[in-house]
């Protein structure tokens, strides 16, 4: 699906901002993916001793700000979930949580936060 096909109502308002950062005729899924390799390759460049660095005696270390990260994802994959069944219910959280934790045992990067 490319940038052109979706229309008003599809998604909300707030949303187009994001989706208006890609180029009209790309793929959105070719751009996901684009984004994943560049985020993890940005991710293994960091050097194992600034994963605990904070900037400030009450500021988070780079490890707590992607782990920050990786919470708000699982919000998002939660409720495009709830969308693409059309109903919100109790079970969903338990899959998406399911969900959510076999990718990160599978996962290469996220294991090793």
């Known amino acids: 699906m490319k940038r052109s096909q979706i229309e ?14 890609t180029s ?11 984004n ?8 293994e460049s960091i050097p194992d001793e600034k994963w605990s660095y904070k900037y400030g005696e009450d500021k988070w270390t780079v ?12 919000i998002f994959q939660y409720r495009a979930l709830c969308f693409s069944v059309m109903r919100k219910t109790p079970y969903l959280v338990l899959i998406m949580m399911l969900m959510c934790r076999l990718l990160i045992l599978s996962g290469g990067i996220l294991r090793t936060l």
């Open 8 to 21: 008003k109502g599809e998604i909300g308002d707030f949303y187009w901002r994001y989706i208006n950062l």
């Open 24 to 34: 009209e005729n790309k793929d959105l899924i070719d751009a996901l993916e684009e």
């Open 36 to 43: 994943t390799r560049e985020i993890v390759g940005f991710l």
């Open 63 to 74: 490890k707590e700000v992607i782990q920050h990260l990786i919470d708000t994802e699982r």
